[in-house]
């Protein structure tokens, strides 16, 4: 079966510090993956996506980045952390093709202090 | 481009039925899917909609109607455990690698 990790669970960082956010995917092979940012409360705002290794797509512009340094593992980062960067960061996977059910990592709760 | 509407929030008291509608805008479509999301936890799959009419999960149905560019979650036997966020979404219609989400309807169940 298809598990999703993510880590740390939660992290708090002083403003101006780096971040790196780490997933990993298990049990499949070439999945889409997607990082996503949550607001207390709110929707779910798609930062990057990436179809292949190598192969990123960003969706808002921002002082994050991702990079895909192998098949099953995605990675966000940032060389400086904003109060603005604070919400919850959830990792997903879906199928290639035709699939559309997004699978979801457990999350990251970043407080940017 | 693509959007989804739905009511940011939703009372209803335990045993009874809910529905949650949704409708979108999208230059194509490939679907409707439905996602609950617990306090603190991570969004669940609950269901898709590919064609037309109900499709029944247990408590949980959902509907789609493509030509009035709507559906909704039909939640019954409403359970405490029940309260949650519940998100519809679609896939984007430029290649269906990305999954575009409403902004949530938050239920609350009320004993």
């Known amino acids: 079966s298809q598990t999703i990790h993510q880590w740390p669970a939660t992290l708090v960082q002083p403003v101006g510090s780096p971040l790196s956010l780490e997933c990993t995917v298990e049990g499949t092979s070439n999945p889409n993956l997607y990082w996503y940012r949550q607001a207390a409360g709110r929707g779910l705002q798609l930062l990057f996506y990436s179809v292949g290794i190598g192969q990123i797509s960003s969706e808002v512009p921002q002082n994050l980045s991702a990079s895909r340094p192998q098949d099953r593992q995605f990675i966000l980062s940032s060389k400086k952390l904003l109060l603005s960067d604070s919400g919850f960061y959830l990792c997903?996977?879906?199928?290639?093709?035709?699939?559309?059910?997004?699978?979801f990592g457990p999350g990251t709760r970043l407080t940017v202090t | 481009g693509q959007s989804l509407e739905q009511p940011s929030e939703v009372t209803a008291v335990e045993g009874a039925i809910v529905q949650i509608n949704c409708t979108y805008q999208t230059s194509g479509f490939y679907g409707l899917s439905w996602y609950q999301q617990h306090d603190g936890g991570a969004p669940t799959f609950l269901s898709y909609?590919?064609?037309?009419g109900l499709e029944e999960t247990g408590r949980f149905s959902s509907f789609l109607s493509r030509s009035d560019s709507y559906g909704y979650l039909l939640l019954q036997e409403l359970q405490m455990k029940d309260s949650a966020s519940y998100f519809c979404a679609v896939r984007d219609t430029t290649g269906g690698f990305k999954t575009i989400f409403g902004a949530g309807t938050r239920l609350f169940v009320k004993a």
């Open positions: 997903a996977w879906k199928g290639q093709g035709s699939s559309y059910e997004q699978y």
């Open positions: 909609n590919a064609l037309d």
